[in-house]
Structure formats: C-alpha cells, structure tokens
C-alpha cells in the first residue's frame, strides 16, 4: 500500500514552490546613461504636469472635452468625425515601437514607459526619507521604533500626496484644470472626477511604489513579443563573457592573466543597482528593461581598476561575436519606410483636414409639401461644426443645375470658432417639371471660398 506523505513534506515543498517574492532594492548609481534617464523623467513628467496649465488660442492647450466631444490639441480643434486621425496615430506609435526596438532594443523600457518614469520617482521620495540602499535593507530587517515608523510615515505622506497630484493632473486633460482646482479647493467635486484622481493615484501608487518591477516581469506584455523584433543587430545591454570570465576578486596591482582572471571583479555592482535585481551576467533576459544601470555601475569599476569601458555594454549579438553591426537592414527599412509613409500622411492630412463640417438631414415627418404658389416643398435641416479658431460667414448654395429648384429664406450663415449650428433650409420646385425623386448638391462656402464643401441630397416630389 502506498503510504500517505507527511504533512511536512508537504508544506516544505509548498515554501519552496511558491516562495515569496523578495524586494529589490537598486542602489542608486551615476553616469552618462543614468543622466539621460534623468533626463528622460525630467523631459516626460514635465510635459504631463505642465500640460494641463498651458493656453492657446484663450483655451486650454490640451483638453480632451468628452461632454462637448471636442477636442483641443494646440490650437487644432478635433471632433469625433475626426477619430481616424486617432487611429492613424496609434498605428504611428505602434510601428514607431517596432522600428526603435528593432534598432536599439527596449529603450522604450529603459528610458520612457511610464512604469520606469514614475517608479524613478518614487524611489527617489523612498531614498530622501528611509536613505541610500543599505540603510533602506537594514531599516525594513529592524523591529519598529519611533524612528521607523516616522520614516515610514513621511515615505507614505509623499507616496500619496505624489500618486494624489498625479491623479489630479491626468483629470485635468479632460476637466478644464482651473475648473478643477476650484472644485477641489471648495470641495465640490463631482463624482466621476473623485473617482478618476482617487483611481488613477492608486494606480501610480501600487504600481510605481509597490510592485515596480513585477509590472515588467508579469504583467507587462512587451517583454514577451519582444523577441520577435530582435535579431542578432539589435542593440541589447551584454557581458562581454569573453572577456570578463573567470570572475574574482583581486588587488588592482594585480594583474589578472596571472591569476587567470578575466575583468569581471565579480564585485555584484550591476546587480545591486539593477531596478529589476537580475544578473545581467547570467545572458539576455526578458526581465532585462534595457536602462543601462548596471553600464554605468560597471564603468565605474572599471575606471577604479584602470581597466577599458564596455564590459557590460550596449553592443549586439554580431559585435560580440567579433562582426560587425548591420543598421541598415530588411526589417529596418521595412519599418522605416512605412513609419515614414505614416508621418507624412498624417502630417498632410492634419494640415489640409476641412475646417468645417457639413451635413444634410432630409426632413422625416413628410418627405415632401405642398406650397400656397403650387410648388413643391422639400424640408432639411443643415448641420454645421466649424471646427477653426475663427468664426466664419457662409453661404449655402445649390450646386447642380436642378431644373425650377431655388432656396427660401436666408441663405448666409454665421456661426462661430469652435461652435455647432443647425440651420433648417427649404428648397421649393416647380410641380410640373419635377417628378418623383431628384438628386441634389448644395454647396457651402465661405467668402474667399477656402471653404467649398459640397454635401448631396434628395428632393422629392409627386409622381
């Protein structure tokens, strides 16, 4: 007979199984690469923070205005008719992510996820209260005491008060930032702009100040597919294996030939200031975001050993195998030439883009009248979006040549920047040459006819 497993076996194999995920405490580092990562946060959050607080035209400059459905952009005035530039955009993005990795690997990763941005961040407010790396291990390993629990607390206040201010800028792209700063300071905000500045801040905070690399190494799609855009000329962050092994440690008067040592002093410097705490030794790895901490850490080292840059480096598969780098390549030209198309077509369309919308309705409850002259009278109701920054004077005309047919009423339009108008038309028929239904054009124009939008229609009459 089979005899049953202890239960402490049992729970042994479950600590080993799943274990709990240890935290990873990078130590900060100087260099050329963390500089333009610093200078990547600084570049990034400003442009979000300040955003919302910046005017054009006597409006917010970027303002996503979902009850009106208009939308602001630097002087550009977008409508929902308008969401296939949206479309067009998203694809630019995505095949502009596809050309950059295929080139320089994850430097979107490294240098510009919102993920990395904000988690620089917080772990700086983590560094200002709780102090460099070692202190931060030891301070979490000690009991809890009056000095704990106050940097623990400051930590808090600053993680919160941060994630807060993030999550009231991000509603101020869509709530008009002032409105939404007298709404806070009379405390009579809304529902759903409590909701979106709570949501949102708690996102940052969890993700940034909680789970920081777990994002990147589970939840993150991108590191999955990424291989699929890699080949063997895509810069990747690599250990010169060849060069570096065997590791250990030795005095810098020493010479390593002697010892048999390569120039790796396996002194741990790229691990302990990676974000994601791999061992970039160890090969490429999808945890691997790509942001060359641990480039700057080992050039550090190396400076102190007198020894030659670029152990750890940024180089490619080819390069370290002794060849040299292909960046001109089918995928990349692929890429490039189709993000260029892209551009291109979206700049032009963007700046040849009608700045007037113009639709016709066909009145529903009778397709067709008689007038009190005999006539035939055929209702619409024409709708306008001037979607410039000036107001504009048009005129509505019939554009065919349709026999005995003419326009009742006024026939200019006044509408102005950035306003909707709805404006009922006639159009009247003579009885005898008209029969059944005809097709017709009216035409819109402004005075200098930059404006020259044609829209058909149908006329009806009796058979």
């Known amino acids: 007979m089979n005899k049953p497993i202890p239960l402490a076996v049992i729970q042994d194999a479950g600590d080993s199984l799943y274990a709990a995920q240890q935290k990873v405490y990078p130590r900060e ?19 979000f923070y300040l955003g919302p607080w910046l005017r054009w035209a006597g409006h917010q400059a970027i303002l996503f205005d979902l009850p009106a459905r208009k939308f602001y952009v630097f002087g550009l005035t977008f409508w929902p008719q308008d969401f296939f530039w949206l479309t067009c955009l998203l694809v630019i993005a995505g095949i502009s992510l596809f050309f950059f990795t295929a080139l320089a690997g994850r430097i979107w990763c490294g240098y510009a ?13 983590e560094r200002v209260t709780e102090g460099r790396r070692n202190q931060r291990i030891k301070l979490d390993a000690a009991p809890w005491t009056r000095e704990k629990i106050l940097r623990k607390g400051a930590k808090q206040f600053l993680w919160i008060t941060f994630a807060l201010w993030t999550g009231f800028t991000f509603v101020g792209f869509f709530t008009p930032i002032t409105e939404l700063c007298r709404g806070v300071l009379a405390m009579s905000l809304g529902g759903w702009e409590v909701f979106w500045i709570v949501f949102y801040g708690f996102a940052t905070y969890g993700n940034a100040g909680y789970m920081r690399e777990q994002v990147c190494k589970y939840m993150c799609p991108y590191a999955r597919f990424q291989s699929a855009m890699f080949d063997h000329d895509t810069l990747i962050v690599s250990y010169d294996e060849q060069r570096g092994e065997a590791r250990g440690a030795r005095r810098k008067s020493v010479d ?19 974000p994601t705490g791999i061992d970039i030794r160890d090969g490429l790895q999808i945890e691997c975001i790509a942001c060359a901490a641990c480039v700057d850490a080992c050039d ?10 670029g152990l750890v480096r940024y180089t ?62 055929n209702g619409y109701t024409l709708k306008l979006a001037n979607k410039s920054d000036q107001a504009q004077q048009l005129r509505v005309e019939i554009a065919d040549a349709t026999p005995s047919l003419r326009i009742i009423g006024k026939t200019s ?3 102005g920047a950035g306003q909707v108008a709805n404006r009922p038309l006639t159009l009247l028929g003579d009885r005898e ?21 044609e829209q058909k229609t149908q006329f009806f009459a009796p058979e």
């Not at 996820?113 to 407010?125: D, G, K, S």
């Not at 390593?256 to 990676?274: E, M, N």
């Not at 890429?335 to 369309?349: D, V």
């Open 300 to 309: 550090t080292v190396m400076d102190k050993m007198g020894y030659a840059r």
């Open 113 to 125: 996820c919102p993920q990395t941005v904000w988690t620089e961040v917080f772990l700086w407010l």
């Open 256 to 274: 390593p030939k002697v010892l048999g040592l390569g120039d790796c002093v396996d002194c741990q410097a790229c691990v302990q200031v990676c």
């Open 29 to 47: 580092v100087d260099g050329s690469f963390s500089n333009l990562r610093l200078a990547a946060v600084f570049v990034l959050l400003g442009l």
């Open 413 to 415: 339009i006044e509408i």
């Open 316 to 377: 490619t598969e080819n390069m370290l195998a002794g060849g040299r780098r292909r960046i001109v390549r089918p995928r990349t030209l692929i890429y490039g030439a189709l993000l260029a198309f892209l551009i291109s077509a979206f700049a032009w369309g963007i700046t040849h883009r009608a700045p007037l919308i113009f639709d016709v309705l066909h009145d529903r409850n009778a397709l067709y009248r008689e007038a009190a002259d005999g006539g035939i009278e």
């Open 433 to 453: 040459l008209l029969k059944g239904m005809h097709h017709v054009k009216l035409l819109v124009r402004n005075e200098d006819d930059s404006i020259h939008i």
